[in-house]
């Protein structure tokens, strides 16, 4: 005999068969314990675990609307007011446009008539010259032609 074999004997069938009805009581009672639940069970543990994330999600629908809401309305209120202040800008511009035109307007009529004032004189003055220029010539031609 081997070293081996000294060490460890053979052992009797009725051992093996001793260990051999232990693990299949060992195993079976770990498939019990690990086994699913019937069929009736799991379905209804499904059924509520699927009704608990349908709430959920409806209820996150719903807080997701509100806020949509709420930040729809804030564009709305943000937006009008934007377009008053926008409008208010506009009529204010508008106001202040007409208001120099029509200073500048006053502006271009006044020195029109001044222009037109100066005008007259200038022509009235030139007459006089034209008129005082026409009887000295005829005086230095009238006293030269009589002389």
Same mark, same amino acid.
């Given at each position: 005999m081997n070293k081996?074999?000294?060490?460890?004997?053979?052992?009797?069938?009725?051992?093996? %068969?001793?260990?051999?009805?232990? =693990?299949?009581?060992?195993?079976?009672?770990a498939?019990?314990?690990?086994?699913p639940k019937p069929g009736r069970e799991l379905r209804s543990d499904l059924s509520d675990k699927i009704g608990v994330a349908t709430d959920k999600s409806k209820?996150?629908?719903?807080?997701?609307c509100e806020k949509g809401s709420e930040l729809a309305k804030n564009v709305v209120s943000k937006t009008?007011?934007?377009?008053? %202040?926008v409008s208010t800008s506009? =009529?204010?511009?508008?106001?202040?446009v007409k208001e120099a035109s029509a200073d500048v307007s006053e502006d271009i009529k006044e020195e029109a008539k001044g222009v037109a004032k100066e005008?007259?004189?200038?022509?009235?003055?030139l007459m006089k010259d034209v008129t005082n220029t026409?009887?000295?010539?005829?005086?230095?031609?009238?006293?030269?032609l009589n002389s």
């Open positions: 081996a074999e000294t060490e460890y004997p053979v052992q009797s069938g009725g051992t093996f %068969t001793k260990g051999l009805v232990i =693990g299949a009581l060992l195993g079976a009672a498939a019990l314990l690990y086994a209820e996150l629908a719903s807080v997701a009008t007011d934007l377009a008053k %202040t506009a =009529g204010n511009i508008m106001s202040s005008t007259e004189d200038t022509s009235k003055d026409k009887d000295e010539t005829k005086r230095e031609f009238g006293s030269s």
